[in-house]
Protein backbone atom coordinates (compact mmCIF):
# COMPACT_ATOMS: atom_id res chain seq x y z
CA UNK A 1 0.00 0.00 0.00
CA UNK A 2 1.48 3.43 -0.80
CA UNK A 3 0.85 5.92 2.07
CA UNK A 4 3.51 7.15 4.81
CA UNK A 5 3.06 8.58 8.08
CA UNK A 6 5.20 11.55 8.25
CA UNK A 7 6.13 13.19 11.98
CA UNK A 8 6.34 16.80 11.58
CA UNK A 9 8.76 19.31 13.21
CA UNK A 10 7.68 19.89 16.93
CA UNK A 11 9.04 23.08 18.18
CA UNK A 12 7.42 22.94 21.77
CA UNK A 13 7.35 26.43 23.57
CA UNK A 14 5.20 27.06 27.14
CA UNK A 15 3.50 29.91 25.58
CA UNK A 16 2.10 26.58 23.30
CA UNK A 17 3.37 24.53 20.04
CA UNK A 18 4.34 24.89 17.03
CA UNK A 19 4.92 22.46 14.07
CA UNK A 20 5.52 23.01 10.29
CA UNK A 21 4.59 22.42 6.79
CA UNK A 22 7.17 22.93 3.87
CA UNK A 23 6.95 21.87 0.28
CA UNK A 24 9.73 19.25 -0.83
CA UNK A 25 11.03 18.92 3.09
CA UNK A 26 8.02 17.52 5.06
CA UNK A 27 5.89 16.55 1.90
CA UNK A 28 7.41 15.02 -1.61
CA UNK A 29 5.54 17.74 -3.14
CA UNK A 30 4.40 20.88 -3.76
CA UNK A 31 1.37 22.43 -1.78
CA UNK A 32 -0.89 23.69 -4.56
CA UNK A 33 -4.21 23.38 -2.46
CA UNK A 34 -5.15 23.29 0.91
CA UNK A 35 -8.39 22.39 2.53
CA UNK A 36 -10.14 22.06 6.25
CA UNK A 37 -12.60 19.69 6.47
CA UNK A 38 -14.89 20.21 9.97
CA UNK A 39 -17.97 20.16 11.38
CA UNK A 40 -18.92 16.96 10.29
CA UNK A 41 -21.63 14.72 12.01
CA UNK A 42 -21.59 11.99 14.15
CA UNK A 43 -22.13 8.55 11.98
CA UNK A 44 -20.99 10.80 8.76
CA UNK A 45 -17.81 10.14 6.75
CA UNK A 46 -15.96 12.55 3.79
CA UNK A 47 -13.60 11.33 1.12
CA UNK A 48 -14.52 7.78 -0.06
CA UNK A 49 -12.66 8.50 -3.35
CA UNK A 50 -9.13 8.31 -5.27
CA UNK A 51 -7.23 10.27 -7.66
CA UNK A 52 -5.13 9.27 -10.52
CA UNK A 53 -2.06 11.87 -10.06
CA UNK A 54 -3.03 13.50 -6.68
CA UNK A 55 -1.09 13.12 -3.72
CA UNK A 56 -2.66 14.30 -0.50
CA UNK A 57 -0.82 15.03 2.81
CA UNK A 58 -3.44 14.63 5.65
CA UNK A 59 -3.56 16.17 9.08
CA UNK A 60 -5.81 15.75 12.05
CA UNK A 61 -5.16 19.27 13.64
CA UNK A 62 -7.79 18.86 15.99
CA UNK A 63 -9.81 15.76 17.52
CA UNK A 64 -9.60 12.87 15.58
CA UNK A 65 -10.66 10.47 12.70
CA UNK A 66 -10.03 7.43 10.81
CA UNK A 67 -8.80 7.25 7.66
CA UNK A 68 -9.39 3.78 5.65
CA UNK A 69 -7.02 3.14 2.65
CA UNK A 70 -7.47 0.55 0.29
CA UNK A 71 -4.77 -0.40 -2.93
CA UNK A 72 -7.36 -2.73 -4.23
CA UNK A 73 -5.94 -5.53 -2.72
CA UNK A 74 -5.30 -4.38 0.40
CA UNK A 75 -7.25 -2.34 3.41
CA UNK A 76 -5.63 -0.69 6.16
CA UNK A 77 -6.83 1.97 8.42
CA UNK A 78 -4.96 4.61 10.48
CA UNK A 79 -6.19 7.08 12.80
CA UNK A 80 -4.66 10.61 12.99
CA UNK A 81 -4.70 12.15 16.66
CA UNK A 82 -1.88 13.76 16.48
CA UNK A 83 -0.98 17.82 14.92
CA UNK A 84 2.74 17.03 14.31
CA UNK A 85 1.76 13.65 12.14
CA UNK A 86 0.40 13.55 8.74
CA UNK A 87 -0.60 11.23 6.59
CA UNK A 88 0.68 11.28 2.90
CA UNK A 89 -1.59 9.38 0.54
CA UNK A 90 0.12 8.42 -2.57
CA UNK A 91 -2.60 8.79 -6.30
CA UNK A 92 -4.48 5.17 -6.74
CA UNK A 93 -4.95 4.63 -2.85
CA UNK A 94 -8.94 5.17 -2.13
CA UNK A 95 -9.53 6.47 1.02
CA UNK A 96 -12.36 7.40 3.61
CA UNK A 97 -12.10 9.09 6.36
CA UNK A 98 -15.13 8.14 9.17
CA UNK A 99 -15.25 8.34 12.95
CA UNK A 100 -14.77 12.01 13.78
CA UNK A 101 -14.66 13.33 16.89
CA UNK A 102 -16.77 15.86 18.35
CA UNK A 103 -14.94 18.77 17.28
CA UNK A 104 -12.26 17.20 14.97
CA UNK A 105 -10.72 19.45 12.14
CA UNK A 106 -8.65 17.59 9.23
CA UNK A 107 -6.05 19.79 7.39
CA UNK A 108 -5.53 18.35 3.83
CA UNK A 109 -2.69 19.63 1.80
CA UNK A 110 -2.80 18.58 -2.12
CA UNK A 111 -0.64 18.48 -4.57
CA UNK A 112 -2.50 20.15 -6.97
CA UNK A 113 -5.52 22.44 -7.93
CA UNK A 114 -8.95 20.84 -7.75
CA UNK A 115 -9.81 18.39 -11.18
CA UNK A 116 -12.58 16.25 -11.23
CA UNK A 117 -11.33 14.31 -13.97
CA UNK A 118 -8.36 13.67 -11.38
CA UNK A 119 -10.77 12.07 -9.11
CA UNK A 120 -12.33 7.97 -8.85
CA UNK A 121 -15.47 8.39 -7.34
CA UNK A 122 -16.80 4.47 -7.94
CA UNK A 123 -15.15 2.13 -5.89
CA UNK A 124 -16.03 -0.93 -8.44
CA UNK A 125 -14.29 1.38 -11.60
CA UNK A 126 -10.80 1.90 -8.92
CA UNK A 127 -10.92 -1.60 -8.77
CA UNK A 128 -11.13 -2.09 -12.36
CA UNK A 129 -8.71 0.11 -12.85
CA UNK A 130 -6.41 -1.21 -10.66
CA UNK A 131 -6.22 -5.05 -11.48
CA UNK A 132 -6.02 -4.26 -15.03
Do not use: C
Not at 3 to 28: A, T
Not at 69 to 78: A, H, K, N, V
Not at 109 to 132: G, H, M, N, P
Amino acid sequence: MDYKIIELPRHLDRRGNLSVVENGINIPFDMKRVFFIYDVPGGESRAGHAHHTLYQFIIAVGGSFTVHLDDGYTRESIMLNKPYEGLLVAPGTWSHLVDFSSGAVALVLASDFYDEEDYIRDYYEFLRLKRK
